[in-house]
């Protein structure tokens, strides 16, 4: 057999295994929910209307620290400030009274470095924050999800802003959803594959309007 | 503690309070708005002028690249004829991002970022020059721009939007002939192919040797698909009357819309029904629907915002003194556009884009803001319509009387406005210089005019009182004069351009270059002068081969200021 055909066989078994995963159902996590970013992008934006959309309350904050995140719904009172700083929260609190601890957090992948600049980050401080607050939601068992809707040309090659952003979450994502176009490199479909962490493709970010339904209701 | 200090105490709070703008003259916070919107107040000013409101009859609209970390190189596009099925490839193109030099310039490798969309391509595709955007192409139509951004849920950073603002002025300007082509074009394209993803609420000024035209176009949201049946943007555009002068500086233009009136408005489909459907305009209100109030909205005043958003006030005041408009009225109520006082020529326009609100309450050298040498730079918290940030700065002139390649005139000045000057392009050159192709801000180049423009203005900044004077001398030499020569370079290329016009392309090529390299040869010396002449803050004079110390002098008030602060630092004694 020579290298080609093991390789070939290779590639087919690897494709194989994404696509199960890929098929998987969609997992359940609930409410109360945190949206934020990796990266400081604006495609959190786009998660927030995507939840807006599902009629889904959330709390949202750019740069939660740990200690933000452990102040659970209401984000500790913090208010969003001109310092670059936002804090918002939408979450119902009838039904999740303010302190009540995060059952799911959303990253929105996505570097930008006019975010970053504007929330006083720099790329290693970015990947130093997510690390911390990913380990607190391990320890907290917070289901952590993790999106890129940004596409091709956000991506950037190997070694990019965007791509440091995705090794800093999507490998340790308890569900990764992704646009097809910001997999065209099956990248999120290897991670996915390697870590066993169920993925699923969408063609534009409206499919996340019904996915999130499921998630989190 | 001496009544001597508390005079010095008192003196220096009242420096100190200034300073930190909190008296209305300066400084503050920027606009905040209706809840949602997202406001984008430090970018671009873009000035328009129509035909019966210039001392010449030309068409202006101008663009301040205002960025500070952008590319700043031109191309010529030259006119192509393309074979029917042929497509043109769409890209994304980011008016922020740059690339090493190692990797090649923005226009050489931009289209690493293709959009996955092919186009049918039209039959004929037009040239011009373009930088940050298209700018003029051969039929006379010109484009200036201004951020303006957007409410928040209307932003589109998704993939499923292919067009960026770049892109769609180069479509625009390769395929149109007429400034209202132009605006269909590109209305049309970005509802079928969605806009936004790295843009969102924006102002082009779109001209032609006829008529100006405020165009503006925001995103739908990021859940538009293009499979929905609805369009992929919302924009709307309102001509500038002819004898009336406009603005943008970061803030929508325009109001209450009457679309029976055609001559005056266009609008997608969509104008006032997506404003119902996201919630910014209740049609049962009983008031009229209001495209600024709905999609971009701004709250303050110039005076209200210690002259975060004075710029709209601010050119209302030098064209239109007599209005008597004042800085506390809020913008939005601000008119769209006004008839100037008197018609303006191309040089008020230039004027008008090195204006630093000199004199105003929003003025930066008020006080000690300045320093010593009234230096508009060191204090920026007033955002002036010369803010100093410029990547380069335009003024088009869209010219009737004169055949297309010969009346489209498009002036470029790179870096800050004050210390540049303004180099003509017509239409008809069939090439730019190569300086302006080069060159980015990370690396000095001598081969890149940028760099020259910022080489003088790098000298400016020590003693800018003084210096200035010098740039103002050195323009009023090579702008002023050339100003005044271009009916006579018009006559020239007119003659050659009706035996044969590609002998007047050849003939305005030469000069555009050759004035071009002139400048540019003139401003690297100016900043070698500068640097000797003003050396070690002495004056040196190269001619007598003397210095002469103590000159420039520092101002009685600015010592006076610094010993005020010297007996507030000093520590208490016991």
């Given at each position: 057999m020579n290298k080609k055909i093991i390789w070939g066989f290779g590639a087919i078994a690897a494709l194989g295994v994404s696509m199960l995963i890929a098929g998987q159902a969609v997992p359940k996590a609930g409410l109360p929910v945190l949206t934020t970013s990796a990266g400081q992008s604006t495609d959190v934006t786009t998660l927030n209307i995507v939840l807006e959309e599902a009629a889904i309350g959330y709390d949202y904050c750019d740069v939660p620290t740990p200690e933000i995140l452990a102040d659970g719904v209401g984000l500790g009172g913090r208010k969003s400030a001109n310092t670059g700083f936002y804090a918002e929260s939408t979450t119902d609190l009838a039904k999740y009274p303010a302190g009540t601890q995060f059952k799911t957090i959303i990253f929105a992948i996505g570097a930008s470095l006019k975010g970053m600049g504007a929330s006083g980050l720099t790329l290693d401080s970015e990947e130093a924050r997510l690390k911390k607050v990913i380990e607190l939601c391990k320890q907290k068992k917070i289901f952590v999800m993790a999106v890129h809707i940004g596409g091709e040309s956000k991506r950037g090659p190997a070694g990019s802003d965007n791509e440091r952003m995705i090794d800093a979450v999507a490998p340790l994502a308890d569900y990764i959803v992704v646009t097809k176009d910001s997999n065209k490199d099956g990248r999120f479909t290897k991670i996915a594959a390697a870590k066993k962490i169920p993925l699923t493709e969408i063609e534009y970010a409206l499919g996340l309007v019904d996915i999130v339904k499921q998630v989190l209701q | 503690m001496n009544a001597k200090r508390l005079i010095a105490m008192a003196g220096t709070l009242v420096l100190a309070v200034l300073l930190a703008g909190h008296l209305s003259t300066a400084g503050g916070s920027g606009t905040s708005d209706a809840f949602d919107a997202v406001i984008a107040g430090e970018g671009c000013t873009s000035i328009l002028v129509g035909k019966d409101a210039s001392t010449d009859g030309s068409v202006m609209a101008t663009h301040t690249c205002d960025c500070g970390t952008c590319d700043w190189t031109w191309r010529h596009v030259p006119a192509a004829d393309h074979k029917p099925g042929s497509t043109r490839k769409i890209y994304h193109v980011s008016q922020y991002k740059t690339w090493p030099p190692s990797e090649g310039l923005k226009w050489d490798v931009y289209k690493k970022d293709f959009a996955g969309l092919e186009i049918p391509q039209v039959p004929h595709t037009y040239a011009y020059h373009h930088a940050m955007f298209g700018y003029m192409n051969e039929k006379q139509v010109a484009i200036g721009e201004s951020t303006i951004g957007c409410q928040r849920k209307m932003q589109n950073p998704t993939p499923a939007a292919k067009l960026d603002l770049t892109m769609l002025t180069l479509l625009g300007i390769e395929r149109a002939a007429t400034a209202r082509e132009a605006i269909q074009v590109m209305g049309s394209l970005a509802e079928k192919y969605g806009y936004g993803f790295h843009d969102d609420g924006e102002m082009l000024a779109v001209a032609d040797p006829k008529e100006a035209w405020i165009f503006e176009i925001c995103p739908v949201g990021p859940l538009w698909t293009p499979e929905s049946g609805k369009p992929g943007a919302v924009w709307c555009a309102q001509r500038v009357p002819d004898d009336h002068v406009s603005v943008c500086p970061n803030e929508s233009r325009i109001g209450e819309i009457n679309l029976d009136n055609k001559d005056f408005f266009m609008a997608s489909p969509n104008v006032v029904s997506l404003a119902v459907e996201m919630g910014f305009y209740d049609p049962q209100s009983g008031k009229p629907f209001n495209w600024k109030k709905a999609y971009s909205p701004v709250n303050g005043s110039a005076a209200s915002t210690n002259g975060r958003i004075q710029r709209l006030w601010r050119f209302f005041d030098i064209v239109a003194p007599s209005q008597k408009l004042k800085p506390e009225t809020p913008n939005m109520d601000l008119p769209f556009s006004v008839k100037p006082d008197a018609k303006v020529s191309v040089q008020d326009v230039m004027a008008m884009t090195r204006d630093r609100s000199y004199g105003t309450p929003f003025d930066p050298v008020l006080g000690i803001r300045g320093g010593p040498f009234k230096n508009?730079?060191?204090?920026?918290q007033t955002r002036v319509?010369?803010?100093?940030?410029?990547?380069y700065s335009t003024i088009t002139q869209s010219r009737a009387g004169l055949p297309d390649p010969i009346g489209g005139i498009v002036w470029i000045a790179f870096g800050s406005q004050d210390t540049s000057c303004y180099m003509p392009l017509y239409a008809g050159m069939t090439e730019v210089p190569k300086s302006f192709m080069v060159g980015d801000h990370w690396t000095f180049s001598r081969d890149s005019v940028r760099w020259a423009f910022d080489y003088t203005d790098f000298h400016v900044q020590v003693v800018y009182s003084e210096a200035i004077k010098d740039v103002q001398a050195a323009q009023a030499k090579y702008e002023t004069e050339l100003v005044a020569r271009i009916p006579e370079i018009d006559q020239q290329a007119l003659a050659l351009y009706k035996k044969k016009p590609a002998e007047a392309a050849k003939f305005l090529t030469g000069f555009g270059i050759n004035n071009a390299t002139t400048v540019t040869n003139a401003w690297w010396k100016l900043g070698d002068d500068l640097l000797v002449k003003y050396n070690r803050l002495y004056l040196y004079n190269a001619e007598k081969r003397g210095m002469v110390r103590g000159q420039p002098a520092t101002p009685e008030w600015w010592k006076k200021a610094a010993r005020a602060f010297d007996i507030l630092m000093e520590p208490d004694k016991k």
């Open positions: - | 508009p730079n060191y204090y920026r319509i010369d803010h100093g940030l410029a990547e």
